[in-house]
């Protein structure tokens, strides 16, 4: 996350950001479970990140 945003922005999208097809921010992602990976290409798809962070 910080390569894609920053490591100010990073924490703050991880916290407080709701990311639509998790239907959860990435904090409670983690929290519930959910694997980095499809957490991680969630955030790729919600905010257009280049290819070359995916």
Known sequence: MERGFGP??????????RISALGATVDEALERGDSAKSIWRAVCE???????LR
């Open 46 to 52: 919600e905010f257009n990140l280049a290819a070359s």
């Open 8 to 17: 100010s922005y990073a924490r703050s999208v991880a916290a407080d950001y």
